[in-house]
């Protein structure tokens, strides 16, 4: 029967015949491993490939096995390619699932050089030197090699190879959906309890992982529902629910993963299946889905069987060759051997005979009977009751079985071997339900002793199970509970709806309970003989799990972590059922008793991109600018981010370097004028009966007498008393205040007063609102400031004595209206100019004309960084690292001790907190003048000592300083300030020690003489 | 993902929220005698139950307002929310409440007698 197909030339020689999902006028061509072949419209690369009779297609992860095609879904562990090219690529694609289109490219994958012939292959030959936990126990000693191993075992991990060019080229969307009614799954009974939903009139999303719906139905031939074939009654549902408006329907998606309160993720392939991607579609979608009740129609897996040599290419499971020869109109083999424990194998075998095959089939129960089973003998087909395949070979293909018979408990070989030649397997070992989405949600699982599955049973969301994914393989028992589930979800999201009927379903009746036979007897010794495999993608042998009992790993989870059964990208959908019933049969054990591993998101591997979507580049986050952003570019700025907002860092002028330019600026604030755009500082207003009240008990110090229109500096703590912001505080009015936080600590205060004013302080009444992004602020420092300010047009007296520190007065500068806060940040002569964020750009640029003649300088972050430790100022988050108290800082004096609460107040009254080596903030000078030592460096009292040094504590800032003509740095060091006058060492990474000796913090103008210009 | 319903603005994804972590947690004045042991119970020590636990949410990214959740942290089915300052009134949340060993702690008794008896805001 093997004939030429429609399209001429074309080898597709198992081809078989003209089926519905398979357009024999549409030939594609696609390449493999750099041969070019032809397939149809509605295959998948995997039946294209077994049409043109390649079985090959992958080499195995541990022992370089060959392997070929095993399932026809989203469960294959095996037939993993990498499709497309350069940054296209993307390795680890389940052949079982890609749509061929016209130009595909595809490789395989763990081969070097070629498929056919593999190096890596010699593993399999030294098998005895790779048993479980190999990679744990061979490379633990000496320690000292772990890193060169390090890169052994990275080399020989993993799967595919990801593309060589990392910047993915295709665009993702997200989207994120409502709904009464999630179904995933739109085989027979998803389709019809989505039917039943959207009759009532709620809204319903029916998603399904093929690009057609109809599940495994789309592989059967010989099934009839509401007397017409199955595929019929399929296409009739899905073409009233697309007609339908209150449904949408989702071919090509996944649902891969179901998170709390019903919320799930899906990836939509929008574009994949394409030769060529649309530039107004997105490559892929991710829904984000909220569903007020989700209906779980995901199927089942079939298992295979234990036997040696069972990985062979051409030993596939009994289901995927009735959807080979039923949807793809392909038959993977003319002579075919089916193995089975159960009787739905038996339709393979029909199907098989009527594909022009040769089948024997091996049961291993000693006796089956029913309509199926006479079928089978009626068409002539061989049956052998109590034998197994003991084992199976051949090359890159098999070739050849043994098959004896068995005792009833298929533990003993009990007669004769017998020989048999093959090109194809069929294997089933019974059914095990998808019960993947329930579990990520953390539903129960309860063990059929009957059915020989894991069902799901209770669970938190409101969802239900139903078909088999719900261990009732039947399919009118299937189609009962999606009537049933498809009423109840409806109900719960108040719709209604009559009723529909289960239609008539005409299939061959059968049993649905398997032979518990988990490991086939090949006559050696556990560790002997050819290998039999349980996990095909982890290369994990029966024989792994048994010694992996033996040598203690008794629970499942260290089981799974110690031969890797049921991790990889199929997380074990054909594995995860026979490893435990192996492992319960190695302990002594009943298998509902070993449990089940976790299963957990994605159901299937989802593309990062889809994940990431558009949050990437310039999207990744949101950048704040301020209003004089426009000015610092187009005068060259350098920026940096501080959290969101960009800041310019410092104004480099023609050929100068960072430093050179730093120098210039941090002078210039100094002997003439700087300005700085302050405008990033966090504001917070603050109003109502209790301000006052309300900052007494946030920062340390007190705030009551604070006249209006002056000005405090506060540090705030943490109730642990730990240093957490710092700022000036204004009063503006007698129940409003003006408060400054740091740049990135900006939010975070806000909360936090939130906080205490509605948590533990709700009588008080206060009102916070921030105005961070209300006001520009223009910082002008330096001894010509007033000057410039004068000439700026201020419309106000400057004079120290009309205008003194720590003051605040609203006025105009040049029209503008202003606040002006007296305040340093220097040690210098400085007004913080605050106006109406519309005007920042104005005030600014009117401030560098009226400074032209004083040679006013802008100046970046970095200059105010050296300018405010010359002076030794802080900053919260770079001195401090949320262990450091106001007494570490030296800052005592800030700190009440006559108010009866802050917060903060009783912790650091704690015992702890008199710990003298404790660290503390000191000055450092270098020794060489000209040296900056880095910040982080650690510092030790004797450079000479043995290892481990004994650590003091590290730098924290350090710069050079202009002023100071030399370099400074500050540092904190356990008991820091009964240090100084010490010198301290610090060992460098090149073997080279600095020196430095122990000074104040404040290394330029100590007494603060400047201050008024 | 969550759904909480804040009790000023209605259900939203939990992305909006923040968790502030164990509800009921009181204060201690500032003049109190409690040792440091016993001030550590309010500053450091945190509940982490499989089960009911009540908790404070904050609505970060909508009204910015804190309120109560008792949480099932097992099935993350919430049970009640309630205002900042009460005590929940479902007998399952009441239970937990009553049962914390917060109850007998020296921190708690030396937080304000009137918010004690309110079972703490915090």
Not at chain 1, 182 to 191: S, W
Not at chain 1, 310 to 336: E, F, H, K, S
Not at chain 1, 683 to 707: P, Q
Request: aromatic share 8%; glycine share 10%.
């Amino acid at each position: 029967m093997v004939s030429r197909s429609a399209a001429s030339g074309s080898p597709q020689t198992q081809r078989q015949r003209a089926v519905a999902r398979i357009d024999q006028n549409a030939p594609i061509n696609f390449t493999f491993d750099g041969r070019s072949y032809r397939g149809f419209a509605g295959d998948t690369l995997a039946s294209a490939l077994l049409a043109n009779n390649v079985h090959l297609v992958g080499r195995s992860f541990k022992y370089h096995r060959p392997r070929g095609i095993m399932a026809a879904g989203s469960e294959e562990p095996n037939a993993l390619i990498r499709l497309g090219k350069g940054a296209y690529a993307e390795p680890n694609l389940r052949a079982t699932q890609i749509e061929i289109f016209e130009g595909l490219y595809a490789e395989s994958q763990n081969r070097t050089p070629s498929l056919k012939f593999d190096i890596g292959a010699i593993n399999s030959v030294l098998d005895r030197f790779f048993p479980a936990g190999f990679y744990y126990k061979t490379f633990m000693w000496p320690a000292s090699m772990w890193m060169r191993y390090e890169h052994v075992i990275r080399h020989a991990a993993g799967l595919g190879k990801v593309a060589d060019d990392h910047n993915d080229p295709d665009r993702y969307e997200k989207t994120h959906a409502h709904c009464d009614i999630l179904v995933a799954g739109g085989g027979a009974t998803g389709l019809m309890a989505a039917l039943q939903a959207a009759k009532s009139g709620a809204r319903v999303i029916l998603a399904d992982e093929q690009n057609e719906f109809g599940g495994w139905l789309l592989g059967e031939a010989d099934i009839k529902i509401a007397d017409v074939p199955a595929l019929s009654w399929v296409s009739d549902i899905v073409t009233e629910l697309a007609a339908m408006p209150n449904v949408t329907l989702l071919p090509r998606t996944t649902v891969f993963g179901y998170l709390d309160h019903n919320y799930l993720t899906l990836n939509e392939r929008v574009t994949d299946h394409l030769p060529s991607r649309p530039a107004h579609l997105p490559r892929q979608r991710l829904w984000k889905i909220r569903a007020q009740q989700v209906i779980i129609a995901q199927g089942a897996h079939e298992r295979p069987l234990v036997f040696a040599g069972n990985d062979l290419p051409g030993v596939m499971l009994a289901g995927a060759v009735r959807t080979y020869i039923n949807r793809y109109g392909v038959c993977p083999g003319q002579r075919a051997i089916v193995v089975c424990n159960n009787d739905d194998a038996y339709r393979t075998a029909l199907d098989l005979h009527h594909a022009g095959a040769y089948v024997v089939v091996t049961d291993l129960r000693a006796t089956a009977t029913g309509p199926l089973m006479r079928a089978v003998r009626n068409a002539g087909i061989e049956i052998l009751h109590g034998h197994a395949i003991i084992a199976a070979y051949g090359t890159h293909r098999v070739a050849r079985v043994e098959i004896a018979p068995v005792d009833d408990s298929v533990t003993a070989i009990t007669g004769d071997i017998d020989h048999r030649d093959c090109d194809l397997i069929a294997m089933s070992g019974g059914l095990s339900p998808a019960v993947h989405l329930h579990s990520q949600a953390r539903g129960k699982l309860q063990w059929d002793d009957a059915k020989l599955c894991f069902r799901p049973s209770a669970t938190h969301e409101p969802s239900f199970n139903i078909g088999a994914c719900n261990g009732s393989f039947d399919l009118v028992a299937g189609l009962k509970e999606a009537v049933r589930a498809g009423t109840k979800a409806a109900a719960a999201t108040g719709h209604k709806a009559t009723t529909l009927d289960t239609p008539d379903v005409q299939i061959h009746k059968q049993s649905w309970r398997p032979l518990a036979a988990w490991k086939i007897p090949n006559g050696h010794a556990s560790g002997r003989g050819p290998k039999a495999f349980v996990d095909f993608q982890n290369d994990v042998t029966a024989s792994d799990v048994s010694l992996a009992a033996r040598e203690g790993y008794q629970s499942v989870e260290h089981l799974k972590r110690y031969t890797t059964t049921g991790m990889g990208t199929d997380q074990g959908k054909t594995s995860n059922i026979n490893a435990l019933a192996i492992l319960a049969d190695a302990l002594g054990n009943e298998i509902p008793a070993v449990g089940t591993t976790t299963f957990r998101m994605p159901y299937t591997p989802s593309n990062i991109g889809a994940i990431a979507g558009r949050d990437i580049g310039d999207l990744f986050d949101p950048v704040r600018l301020t209003r004089m952003d426009d000015w610092h570019r187009a005068h060259g700025a350098t920026f940096e981010h501080v959290g969101q907002w960009m800041r310019a860092w410092y104004f480099p002028q023609d050929g100068e370097t960072m430093q050179q330019a730093v120098n210039r600026e941090v002078k210039a604030a100094r002997t003439t004028a700087g300005l700085l755009d302050a405008s990033t500082l966090g504001k917070i207003d603050i109003r109502g009966r209790d301000a006052a009240e309300f900052l007494n008990r946030l920062y340390t110090n007190a705030w009551s007498k604070l006249g209006i229109g002056k000005c405090r500096y506060g540090l705030m703590l943490k109730d642990d008393g730990m240093v957490m912001d710092d700022g000036v505080t204004t009063r503006i009015g007698e129940n409003h205040f003006h408060m400054t936080t740091t740049t990135g600590g900006a939010a975070g205060v806000l909360d936090w007063m939130e906080e205490w004013l509605q948590t533990e302080w709700p009588d008080l009444e206060v009102y916070l609102t921030s105005v961070t992004e209300q006001w520009a602020v223009a910082t002008l420092s330096g001894p010509n400031a007033g000057k410039i300010l004068q000439d700026a047009g201020i419309d106000f007296d400057l004079s120290p004595a009309e205008f003194p520190f720590m003051s605040m007065k609203e006025g105009h500068i040049g029209g503008l209206a202003a606040r002006i806060f007296r305040i340093s940040f220097t040690g210098e002569l400085s007004y913080e100019i605050n106006v109406a964020a519309r005007h920042g750009l104005a005030l600014w640029t009117r401030l560098m004309a009226a400074g032209k003649a004083y040679g006013i300088t802008p100046y970046g972050t970095e200059a105010m960084h050296v300018l405010r430790a010359e002076k030794g100022f802080i900053i919260v988050g770079q001195e401090t690292d949320g262990s450091v108290t106001p007494h570490d800082l030296g800052m005592d004096w800030i700190v009440s001790k006559t108010k009866p609460d802050f917060i903060g107040k009783r912790a650091l009254a704690r015992h702890a907190m008199e710990y003298d080596d404790r660290k503390q903030l000191v000055g450092l000078l270098c020794s060489d003048p000209a040296t900056v030592i880095p910040e982080g460096a650690h510092a030790v009292l004797d450079p000479n000592q043995p290892l481990p040094m004994k650590m003091l504590g590290q730098v924290t800032s350090s710069y050079f300083s202009p002023n100071c003509g030399r370099s400074i740095a500050m540092a904190m060091l356990k008991g820091g300030h009964a240090l100084k006058g010490q010198t301290v060492f610090f060992p460098m990474l090149d073997g080279s020690v600095l020196k430095a000796e122990i000074v104040d913090t404040a290394f330029f103008d100590p007494k603060g003489a400047r201050i008024d210009g | 993902m969550l759904i909480i319903t804040c009790p000023f603005c209605g259900p939203r994804d939990e992305v909006e929220f923040a968790c502030g972590g164990e509800a009921h947690i009181a204060r201690p004045l500032a003049d109190n005698k409690i040792s440091d042991a016993d001030f550590a119970d309010y500053l450091f020590m945190r509940d982490n139950p499989k089960g009911l636990f009540l908790e404070r949410w904050r609505h970060s990214a909508g009204c910015r307002r804190w309120f109560n959740v008792a949480r099932d942290t097992v099935s993350n089915e919430i049970v009640e929310i309630y205002p900042m300052g009460s005590l929940p009134a479902k007998t399952a949340a009441k239970t937990t409440y009553k049962t914390s060993w917060r109850r007998d702690t020296a921190a708690e008794k030396a937080a304000t007698p009137s918010r004690s008896k309110a079972g703490g805001s915090k």
